[in-house]
C-alpha cells in the first residue's frame, strides 16, 4: 500500500467520494469568487470549525506541541503551508505530543492540511515555505524514523508533510546550493536538503526566497479576482525590503570580517512575510531575532527592519516561539497588532520578558489578545502572571478573515483529536487597514 493511500485510510469513511465532492465544490467556489462571496455560516463552540469559503482568508496555526507549522487558504484557494516542524525530545521539555503520540508531528500536520483542503474542495499545497533550516521548522531526525522510498531521507516533518501532499514550489533560504547555510551538515539540515536533491531530481520545483519580492508568493487560481491579496517577502538571509519597489538591503556585515561569536546563528537568517487582504494584515518571522547583545551588534536585529518596513499589522506571529530575544520593543512598536499568537512546543516557550513587551500599553496603547497555541504547567508556573492573560493556551489557533478583508475572527479549535471542534471564538475585529493605522501612529509618535 503506497504511504498516500494508507495515510488517507486512516481518515476514514468521509474520504470515500471525496474526488466528486471536490469537483461540486471547485464548481461552487469558482462560481463564488466570480461573483457574491456569501458570508460562512458563523462558527460555534462545540461544533466542528466550517468549511474554508472563496473570498475568505484562513490561517491555521496547528498545534502538534512538536514544532511549528501554518497553513493559509487564501481567498481564490490558492494554499500556502509556513515551515513543518518535528521534535522528538520526550516531556516535560518538549511539550505532549499531540493529538497523540501515535504518528509523527509530521504526519498530524500533513493529516490536517489534507482535511482542510479536502473540506474547502482542493487537493494541493501550492507552496510550502521554510523559514530556515532548523528542526522546529524542517524536522529533525533519529534513527527510529522511516526512510523515503528511495533510501536518501529520512520521512520527518517537511519530508513527511510531502509524502502525503503533493507541493507546487517549495521555497527555503538556501536553495539551490545551501551554500549559504553554515549548520547544513548537521544532522537535520542534511536529511532536509537530501529531501530537496530527490525532489529536484524528480522535477519538483526548489526555489531559494527573494527578500522584497511580493511576485514569489501570488495567488494561482484567480489572482485577478483579488487584486487587494499580496504576500511580500519582508526579509530572508539578513536582508530586508527597503518599501521601495522589491529591492532589499543586506543589514549583516561580510561574515569573514566576524569574530566566531558574532557570526549570526541560523535563526537570524530567517525569512520574514507580511500578508495583506484589504485592510486585514499578518506579519510572521519565523526565528528572526531583535536581539542586539545588549546594543554590541545592532545589525543583528534583521526582525526589527522587518517590522519597520511592514508597519502596523492586524496579527502578528511573535517570532522564536515568543523566546526573550525576539519581538523586541522595536518590532512591538512598529506592529502594534490587535492579536498577538505564539507557536510554542517547548517548556521554555514563551519568555517573560517577551510578555511584557507584547502587553505593554507603553509600546503601544489599546486592547489587545495574546494567543499561545500550547504552554507547558512548567512555564504557567514560573510566568503566571502575565501567562494567565493568555487568551488561549493550547489548541488550534485559526484566524478566519472575511470576504474582502474587513473584518477577522479568532477561533481556537481542539488538538486532542481530529474533529476540528471548536473551542472558543474571538471578534470579530475590525481590520484597521494602512491608512487607519498610520494615522494612529502618528498620533501616538506626536
Ligand atoms: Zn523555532
Redesign the pocket.
Known amino acids: 500500500m503506497s504511504a498516500r493511500r494508507k495515510f488517507l485510510r486512516g481518515l476514514g469513511a468521509a474520504s470515500i467520494g471525496a474526488a466528486l465532492e471536490l469537483r461540486a465544490l471547485s464548481a461552487s467556489a469558482t462560481e463564488a469568487a466570480g461573483h457574491v462571496m456569501a458570508a460562512r455560516p458563523a462558527d460555534e463552540p462545540g461544533r466542528a470549525l466550517t468549511p474554508w469559503r472563496p473570498g475568505c482568508l484562513d490561517i491555521h496555526h496547528i498545534a502538534t506541541g512538536r514544532g ?1 507549522s501554518s497553513l493559509i487558504i487564501a481567498p481564490d484557494g490558492t494554499t500556502l503551508m509556513i515551515d513543518a ?1 518535528a521534535m522528538y525530545a520526550p516531556p516535560p521539555a518538549d511539550l505532549d505530543l499531540l493529538p497523540s503520540d501515535s504518528r509523527r508531528p509530521g504526519e498530524w500536520i500533513a493529516r490536517y492540511a489534507w482535511r482542510h483542503l479536502r473540506s474547502a474542495g482542493l487537493a494541493k499545497l501550492d507552496y510550502l515555505i521554510v523559514t530556515h533550516l ?1 528542526p ?2 524542517v524536522g529533525d531526525v533519529n534513527p527510529d524514523l522511516p526512510r523515503s522510498a528511495d533510501g536518501t531521507y529520512q520521512l520527518t516533518g517537511v519530508s513527511d508533510v510531502a509524502a502525503l501532499l503533493p507541493i507546487g514550489v517549495l521555497l527555503d533560504r538556501g536553495a539551490l546550493d545551501y551554500e549559504n547555510v553554515a549548520i547544513r551538515d548537521a544532522p537535520f539540515a542534511r536529511n532536509y536538503v537530501a529531501f530537496v536533491r530527490t525532489r529536484q531530481a524528480a522535477g519538483g520545483r526548489v526555489e531559494r526566497l527573494r527578500a522584497g519580492a511580493d511576485n514569489q508568493i501570488t495567488l494561482t487560481n484567480r489572482a485577478a479576482s483579488f487584486p487587494t491579496f499580496d504576500v511580500r517577502n519582508l526579509a530572508v538571509n539578513g536582508e530586508v525590503w527597503t518599501g521601495q519597489g522589491e529591492a532589499a538591503r543586506s543589514l549583516f556585515p561580510a561574515i569573514s570580517t566576524l569574530k566566531p561569536d558574532d557570526v549570526p546563528d541560523e535563526n537570524a537568517y530567517s525569512a520574514a512575510l507580511r500578508l495583506t487582504y484589504g485592510r486585514f494584515s499578518y506579519f510572521a518571522a519565523g ?1 528572526l531575532t531583535s536581539n542586539t547583545f545588549d546594543g554590541e551588534l545592532p545589525w543583528r536585529d534583521v526582525e526589527s527592519s522587518a517590522a519597520r518596513v511592514a508597519g502596523p499589522v492586524d496579527v502578528a506571529v511573535a517570532a ?2 515568543g523566546l526573550f530575544d525576539s519581538t523586541g520593543a522595536d518590532v512591538v512598536r512598529a506592529l502594534r497588532p490587535r492579536v498577538w499568537l505564539m507557536d510554542a512546543w517547548h517548556v521554555s516557550h514563551p519568555s517573560i520578558t517577551t510578555l511584557e513587551r507584547l502587553f505593554s500599553q507603553r509600546l503601544y496603547p489599546g486592547p489587545r489578545d495574546v494567543f499561545a497555541t500550547a504552554l507547558s504547567p512548567e512555564n504557567s508556573s514560573v510566568n503566571d502572571r502575565l501567562t494567565k492573560r493568555l487568551s488561549s493556551r493550547n489548541g488550534h489557533v485559526v484566524i478566519r478573515v472575511s470576504p474582502g478583508g474587513e473584518d477577522y475572527r479568532v477561533v481556537i479549535t481542539s488538538n486532542s483529536d481530529e474533529s476540528d471542534r471548536v473551542k472558543t471564538v474571538f471578534g470579530p475585529y475590525q481590520s484597521r487597514g494602512p491608512q487607519q493605522s498610520l494615522l494612529f501612529a502618528a498620533k501616538q509618535w506626536a
Do not use: E, V
Open positions: 511549528d516542524g532548523h522546529d521548522h526565528d522564536h516561539h
